[in-house]
């Protein structure tokens, strides 16, 4: 029997071989660098044939936001369809955020057409000539695993399936293809499903010698300690760390976190900050952590042993880093956890100095918490403090509802009194560049449907989010969401700064930080007037909490909603 040979064009090929390596979407900003694609996508609609989902974004950062929040929640790379050059300037710090990350992403971008006559895909307006460039790689290539541009359509399938592949190897990050219309246009002949002959990477073990040092060390220690930001990002580990810590009873410290590494109320769980910790241990376990202290802060004492358990221990895309350790481990910490688990299991141990420290970690433990309770009572009903903000918002929602955190200077009153217990509960952005929240609500929502949504962010990083273009996907693709924005008017991160390196500077006495907005604003009407959202800003305690039960009911009558609530001003500057 002959086969028949389906010719189409390599644009049609490489949305083949998205589909087939597991991409659900395509948050795309489509330009004139795109009608291959286009047509490949209204060709598969016409015949049935299953595709990505297009998702359609007036901005490229929102685009690369909510591919960011799909894949946090989801493990998958999806995929992020931008215009040339300026399109891909547009992605913005959203870039630095997947690649810090570690979030698998695929990112397509246009080039100009490279002929100018005579030829399919040729140059037809004078943005074709405006937006030619020496290196248009070069916008992105600090912060992508794997770039490149397609010089044949015949190979492009080839291509796509390397691109998913290194997105979705350890470290995971950002990938970035580019292909000018001359190249997506031309005619190729469909390959066969490579199926998972193009797998990730698999997970990496600690060697036998390791398991044995770790554990030597920390039968031995007094004050063992467990500091980590990200190993929830892979919700089987959060179990294998539980089941760690319990075997010998060790704190753990959340440090910068941007998933739920451990249960907020398990007794052993110590916080969000190192300090009155790091400098009293004498063995510390950092497990997935970029940051786990500031040393010009608080860093632990000469003689303490540390080691390292990460899938990128050497921190190898920044140029200045550096935590001295006893070893370094690259290594999947689920599996490491595993095997430290079973070797643990194995031996006889004597239990009592575990017992005893387990009580003790209680007792800390409690204390904490009573403490953080009194400064939400502090303020209630007083004035809006972020405690005690947080506070309502705990009564509101249950454990299955997932918080984006984006508050930055009110991070830490975040976990404090918001605690999450369950994986996949919590997220952050992972990086620095601010406007990460709305985008992402997109990607989590649509990753999960059946849950609620709630964004917690600053004024500044709401401006940040591109709120208009926000709201105008999240209504047009079902994908409802409460924001409650923490407006302490002004960046707050950017006067501690100051005030931290100048205590009794000028700026300090005169109050002049520019900093402030101090001109009002109505936050809330913006996502109203793109996105039809409920709109409420709060300015009073008695407010508070019906404002917030108002905007989880819109969600849940699927609207979303904005609630602005008004913290007291960072300061009082108005020039």
């Known amino acids: 029997m002959t086969k028949t040979l389906h010719h189409y064009t390599a644009a049609d090929a490489m949305l083949q071989a998205l589909q087939d390596g597991g991409v659900s979407y395509l948050f795309a900003n489509f330009g004139s660098d795109h009608p291959s694609i286009i047509e490949g996508l209204s060709k598969a609609k016409a015949e049935g044939r299953a595709l990505p989902n297009v998702v359609m974004c007036p901005h490229e950062h929102v685009a690369l936001c909510a591919a960011h929040g799909y894949a946090q929640v989801t493990g998958q790379a999806q995929g992020v369809i931008v215009h040339c050059d300026v399109g891909t300037q547009n992605l913005g710090g959203a870039v630095h955020n997947a690649a810090r990350a570690r979030v698998p992403v695929f990112i397509f971008a246009g080039e100009t057409p490279y002929t ?60 970035y293809l580019t292909g000018a219309r001359e190249v997506l246009e031309e005619e190729g ?35 063992p300690l467990v500091i980590t930001s990200y190993l929830g990002r892979n919700p089987a580990a959060v179990q294998e760390l539980v089941r760690f810590c319990e075997l010998l009873a060790i704190p753990v ?8 590494n451990f249960p907020a109320t398990h007794p052993f769980h110590l916080g969000y900050s190192v300090e009155g910790y790091v400098d009293q241990a004498d063995v510390i376990v950092v497990l997935d952590s970029d940051v786990p202290w500031i040393p010009s802060i ?5 003689e303490c042993r540390i080691y390292y358990i990460d899938v990128d221990p050497l921190k190898e895309g920044l140029p200045l880093w550096g935590f001295p350790s006893e070893r370094y481990y690259k290594a999947d910490t689920e599996e490491g956890l595993r095997q430290l688990n079973n070797y643990l299991s194995s031996l006889p141990i004597n239990s009592q100095p575990i017992q005893d420290r387990a009580a003790r970690l209680f007792g800390v433990h409690t204390r904490q918490r009573e403490e953080w309770r009194l400064n939400e009572q502090r303020s209630e009903g007083q004035e809006i403090t972020p405690e005690w903000l947080t506070a309502c918002l705990r009564e509101l929602i249950d454990d299955e ?62 401006f940040f989010s591109i709120p208009s273009s926000v709201h105008w996907v999240a209504r ?17 991160a950017t006067k501690h700064n100051v005030d931290r390196l100048y205590p009794d500077g000028k700026a300090s006495m005169l109050d002049s930080y520019w900093v402030h907005f101090d001109q009002p604003a109505d936050l809330a009407k913006i996502a109203e007037a793109a996105g039809g959202a409920f709109a409420e800003t709060v300015t009073e305690p008695s407010q508070l909490k019906d404002a917030l039960r108002r905007g989880l009911d819109a969600v849940q009558d699927g609207r979303s909603s904005v609630i602005d609530v008004h913290l007291p001003a960072i300061s009082k500057q108005r020039d």
């Open 298 to 302: 608080k860093k632990p004492k000469k």
């Open 401 to 462: 509802t997932i918080i984006l955190n984006e508050t930055i200077t009110n991070a830490k009153v975040v976990g404090q009194h918001l605690p999450r217990n369950i994986p996949g509960s919590f997220y952050g952005s992972g990086g620095t560049s601010l406007g990460w929240n709305g985008g992402a609500a997109i990607g989590v929502k649509l990753a999960s449907p059946d849950k609620n949504v709630i964004v917690l962010t600053g004024d500044g990083s709401y």
């Open 116 to 175: 100018i006559e005579e030829r399919r895909g040729m140059r037809k307006s004078p943005a074709n000539f405006l937006q030619d460039t020496y290196d248009q790689h070069g916008i992105v290539r600090p912060y992508v695993k794997w770039s490149y541009s397609i010089r044949t359509g015949s190979n492009i399938k080839q291509l796509t399936n390397r691109a998913l592949q290194m997105a979705h190897s350890e470290p995971k990050g950002p990938v």
């Open 253 to 260: 410290i959340e440090h910068y976190s941007s998933y739920m």
């Open 189 to 223: 002949e469909s390959a066969e499903s490579t199926g998972n002959k193009w797998s990730d990477l698999q997970p990496s073990a600690l060697p036998a010698s390791g398991v044995e040092e770790i554990t030597c060390a920390l039968l031995e220690a007094k004050q």
């Open 476 to 492: 047009k693709y079902k994908a409802p969401f409460m924001t409650v924005i923490y407006n302490n008017q002004g960046w707050k």
